[in-house]
């Protein structure tokens, strides 16, 4: 599984438990509400925003949600005070 597939998995299994749709996801994470349906048709990111998208994702997970198995969850990012 590449990058953006596994951005796509966590990014789908996040609409899930929210109950939100990909294009909601995509505008949390990214400001975007295209961008992640947009990769799904093919479209590629660069580097450092994948890095920033997934963490996102980890620090805004859902508390009963299992992260998705098989990919990387990256730290939590400690909030300054």
Request: proline share 4%; hydrophobic share 40%; glycine share 4%.
């Amino acid at each position: 599984m590449d990058s953006i597939d596994s951005l796509l998995k966590v990014a789908r299994a996040y609409a899930a438990a929210e109950g939100i749709d990909l294009s909601t996801a995509s505008w949390r994470a990214l400001g975007d509400t295209k961008k992640l349906s947009a990769m799904e048709q093919g479209a590629d990111i660069q580097v450092r925003r994948f890095e920033k998208t997934m963490s996102w994702f980890s620090d805004n997970w859902p508390a009963n949600t299992e992260w998705p198995e098989g990919i990387e969850r990256p730290a939590r990012q400690q909030v300054a005070s």
